[in-house]
């Protein structure tokens, strides 16, 4: 059983994510990039450092995860990345002023089923206020019966399956990391669904 601030681990999805920003380096300076569920930041710190505008976002509710956010971001000499508190499935001052996104990211975020359509929710509304703009995500697989397919129709959205030798990350040791080993992680880019589904 994991602590219930869990976002106070780097874990695989985010090295797999954060090499997908490396390999991806070059088209992130200057894009305005968003990490929701940030933890320990590693993939929103990997943009900054590539040149990305970042915003780092946490539950609202888990001030010792937006402490880490800041901390990571101190140690990483980034003292003015913005850390904001935004909890998934509500629409709070913090969501509705944030500025305009290109890139939304999210590693591990889809833990818990209870939290799977709060998050799409947040997700939705931040992609219909930025059309354009992509939600790069990775997850592990933990049981056959978590799907959020259905969801992703319901909200509107469709997701392309980004495979992971695509972009290196199916190794034994990512980055020097011990951390992805044998794991089962996924990447899916979402993005708003045309009005005829596609």
Not at 170 to 192: Q, Y
Request: glycine letters at 6%.
């Amino acid at each position: 059983v994991l602590d219930p601030q869990y976002g106070m681990h780097a874990w695989p999805c985010a090295v797999v994510l954060a090499q997908y920003l490396w390999v991806h380096r070059r088209s992130l300076p200057g894009k305005r990039v968003l990490e929701i569920g940030a933890g320990v930041s590693l993939p929103g710190v990997v943009a900054a450092k590539c040149g990305a505008e970042v915003i780092l976002s946490d539950s609202e509710e888990l001030p010792q995860c937006l402490r880490n956010c800041r901390r990571s971001c101190l140690m990483n000499d980034l003292p003015h990345v913005p850390v904001i508190g935004l909890t998934w499935g509500r629409v709070s001052p913090e969501l509705l002023s944030l500025a305009p996104v290109d890139v939304i990211l999210g590693s591990d975020v889809f833990f818990d089923p209870k939290d799977f359509e709060d998050i799409l929710m947040t997700v939705y509304f931040l992609l219909e206020k930025n059309p354009r703009a992509q939600f790069w995500t990775t997850y592990q697989v933990r049981s056959a019966d978590w799907s959020i397919e259905a969801l992703l129709c319901k909200w509107k959205l469709k997701n392309i399956h980004v495979p992971l030798h695509s972009f290196s990350a199916d190794k034994e040791h990512l980055a020097g990391s011990p951390l992805p080993g044998r794991h089962t992680i996924e990447m899916m880019i979402i993005s708003l669904a045309r009005s005829d589904g596609t």
